[in-house]
Nanobody, 127 residues
Framework: VQLQASGGGLVQAGGSLRLSCAAS????????MGWFRQAPGGEREFVAA????????YYADSVKDRFTISRDNAKNTMYLQMNSLEPEDTAVYYC?????????????????????WGQGTLVTVSS
């Protein structure tokens, strides 16, 4: 499975961006999907995750109420709508897929649980 993240860019604080993650195979409809980010000099951190049906989601506290994760399995695509962006959101954002169809918050926040990763898209938020 190949994942292609896109939609990053430069935005002012308070602005919005929507990231997309397109998958090469329809089988991702059976996978838990997630977004992670890595700031310069930092570790990869969890942002959000979504169950295979889209019925369950989980967010990091730092983005809750500002970001929304969603997916369109008919299009093999996952999204991350980011509103009220802050300079602290500046990072490379990665999408990932976990072939285990069971959705659990603890597992979904662990990058080691994911089997496939996209190449990342850079989001820069200026103050």
């Amino acid at each position: 499975v190949q994942l292609q993240a896109s939609g990053g860019g430069l935005v002012q604080a308070g602005g919005s961006l929507r990231l997309s993650c397109a998958a090469s195979e329809r089988t991702i409809s059976t996978y838990t999907m997630g977004w992670f980010r890595q700031a310069p000099g930092g570790e990869r951190e969890f942002v959000a995750a979504i169950s295979r049906s889209g019925g369950s989601t989980y967010y990091a506290d730092s983005v809750k109420d500002r970001f929304t994760i969603s997916r369109d399995n008919a299009k093999n695509t996952m999204y991350l709508q980011m509103n009220s962006l802050e300079p602290e959101d500046t990072a490379v954002y990665y999408c990932a897929a976990d072939i285990d169809p069971r959705f659990a918050r603890g597992r979904s926040a662990n990058p080691r649980a994911y089997d496939y990763w996209g190449q990342g898209t850079l989001v820069t938020v200026s103050s």
